[in-house]
């Protein structure tokens, strides 16, 4: 059974970087295929995907978004942590993380974290 | 980028009735395209990939078709549990979601 996770700060001020965590379980990255990716809806909006990581640690990137996110994995912990410079009150959004399917799609989602940027 | 257009932003529709919510990308992706129902509070759920594949779990009233550009999402008869924002995705490079497209039960 697939599970995620993400935790992190509820509360970020502009201009700060925001660091989230998505816990995992019922895969690895130890299998080869494996992905996970990085959403993000703002209150009333429409999704935006952000990023993308890859069990060889292959990594894509919104192009919009690029300069600010990075994505990294911790294998040994079944975690894939985000990062995002320079915040903004636009960038106050649910944040998802979610599994990469066989297919490519995303078939199983964490719950999303709420990160509101006010200073 | 490849964009992604869905129409229309909102319907609303009676129980029994079938519903069609278009989706088209700006440049061809063949058929990497899937289809996500959310509900309010709620992490989007895969309903279709692929185009036209249900994923395991989905009711058979739902359907999709399309490929290159033009992607359709269909249900053939909306049920109450339908009522919900139904978001097409790409994944043929990156991926992109449409707007979304709000369906409302009359």
């Known amino acids: 059974q697939i599970t995620l996770k993400e935790s992190g700060p509820t509360l970020v001020k502009p201009t700060q970087t925001l660091t989230l965590t998505c816990t995992f379980s019922?895969?690895?990255?130890?299998?080869?295929?494996?992905?996970v990716g990085w959403i993000r809806q703002p209150p009333g909006k429409a999704l935006e995907w952000l990023t993308l990581i890859y069990w060889d640690d292959d990594k894509r990137y919104s192009p919009s978004l690029k300069s600010r996110l990075t994505i990294t994995k911790v294998t040994s912990k079944n975690q894939v942590v985000l990062t995002m410079t320079n915040m903004d009150p636009v960038d106050t959004a649910t944040y998802f993380c979610?599994?990469?399917?066989?297919?490519?799609?995303?078939?199983?989602w964490g719950q999303g974290t709420l990160v509101t940027v006010s200073s | 980028d490849i964009q992604m257009t869905q129409s229309p932003s909102t319907l609303s529709a009676s129980v029994g009735d079938r519903v069609t919510i278009s989706c088209r990308a700006s440049?061809?992706?063949?058929?990497?395209l899937a289809w996500y129902q959310q509900k309010p509070g709620k992490a989007p759920k895969l309903l279709i990939y692929k185009a036209s594949n249900l994923e395991s779990g989905v009711p058979s009233r739902f359907s999709g078709s399309g490929s290159g550009t033009e992607f359709t999402l269909t249900i053939s008869s909306l049920q109450p549990d339908d009522s919900a924002t139904y978001y097409c995705?790409?994944?043929?490079?990156?991926?992109?979601f449409g707007q979304g497209t709000k369906v409302e039960i009359k």
């Open positions: 979610a599994h990469k399917a066989s297919s490519g799609c995303f078939d199983y």
């Open positions: 995705q790409q994944y043929d490079i990156n991926r992109t």
């Open positions: 019922g895969f690895s990255f130890s299998t080869s295929g494996v992905g």
């Open positions: 440049q061809s992706i063949s058929r990497w």
